[in-house]
């Protein structure tokens, strides 16, 4: 081969070089406009103060997650804004514990994406947290026809929300009351499917809450709701029945009732259910008895009411 020909056998291996090269680079893809584009600006921006912390929070669409690489936070004590944390993308919330009750505080948030284009500002709030108040204390419940009441102490013009949760030790942010509470008590409708725990914060009247810590926890456990007893039992005597009769139960929660029986003096024994306030006994009306009624709860029975010394129609001893 003589020169020439080495020559150019060197120029087109250098270009196959360059083109490989070339090919190779080009499948990361050069950069898009889209990847510099502004991002959205996150939005509804506000603040609950609790549990010794600055709650923050605020929204932006889950499917704009993708373009941004984290969020930042910023904060004025009355100067320029500073930035006090970088949240990641998947957040929703931040918790500021650096502040003082009694200071005015600026807060602001912005997206960064991934070339650190920011976005705009979201909306600033304003918040001056104040002393939190002690918590309540002696929370108690008591079972009602329909309901469950609460009640707490408290200091005297005292402002509180109640929380309800179905797991144990975590409640959210929404009380159940719609308006903060100035009384020491508070009605829920039952929930007699499963075990529910409620806790009470007291709180000022502003707009970032000021809430305290909570009060101790209590547990309200449908299992152990107790049916009062029966009142108002007697009896109606034919020559082969015994019609039985009691008032209907306050509570409404009251699933139905129990019949039990005595003949002459032996054990009780469970007879028939209803789930009325009824029942009438075809048998053993010709031996002396005796009859115990237990109102039903969701999960467990009452106290039972008696009616005793029932005799057959006819005798003496007969008992009204």
């Known amino acids: 081969m003589n020169r020439t020909s080495r ?11 360059v083109l490989a090269i070339a090919a190779g680079c080009g499948k990361k893809g050069p950069p898009t406009l889209s990847s510099f584009e502004k991002p959205q600006a996150p939005s509804q921006l506000t603040a609950v103060h609790r549990d010794n ?10 499917d704009k997650e993708i373009v941004i690489h984290n969020f930042i936070l910023l904060r004025s004590s009355g100067q320029e804004f500073r930035k006090i944390a970088e949240p990641a993308r998947e957040s929703r919330s931040f918790s500021d514990r650096d502040f003082s009750p009694g200071q005015g505080y600026q807060y602001k948030i912005a997206a960064q994406n991934h070339k650190g284009v920011f976005s705009s500002d979201s909306n600033i709030i304003a918040v001056t947290p104040g002393h939190v108040p002690e918590p309540p204390d002696n929370l108690l419940f008591r079972v009602g026809p329909n309901s469950l009441d609460l009640q707490w102490r408290g200091p005297a013009g005292g402002l509180y929300n109640v929380y309800k949760s179905r797991e144990k030790g975590v409640y959210g942010l929404q009380p159940l009351n719609k308006t903060p509470l100035s009384s020491l008590f508070f009605s829920d409708a ?12 007291s709180l000022t009247d502003s707009s970032i809450r000021d809430e305290s810590l909570p009060s101790s926890e209590i547990t309200v456990d449908p299992h152990g709701f107790m049916p009062s007893p029966p009142a108002g039992l007697r009896a109606v005597l034919s020559s082969d029945r015994t019609y039985l009769f009691w008032d209907e139960p306050a509570e409404r929660w009251v699933t139905g009732f129990r019949i039990y ?13 209803t789930q009325i306030p009824a029942f009438i006994d075809h048998g053993s009306s010709a031996r002396k008895r005796d009859y115990r009624i237990h109102a039903v709860g969701p999960f467990s029975e009452g106290t039972g009411a008696e009616l005793t010394g029932i005799a057959p129609v006819g005798d003496n001893d007969q008992k009204p």
Do not use: Q, S
């Open 7 to 17: 020559r150019t056998m060197i120029r087109v291996m250098i270009c196959l070089a």
């Open 53 to 62: 912390e600055m709650k923050l929070f605020w929204n932006f669409p889950k």
């Open 190 to 201: 039952l929930d007699l499917g499963k075990t529910v725990y409620y806790t009470i914060r």
């Open 261 to 273: 029986r005595r003949l002459d003096g032996e054990d009780y024994r469970l007879i028939a259910e």
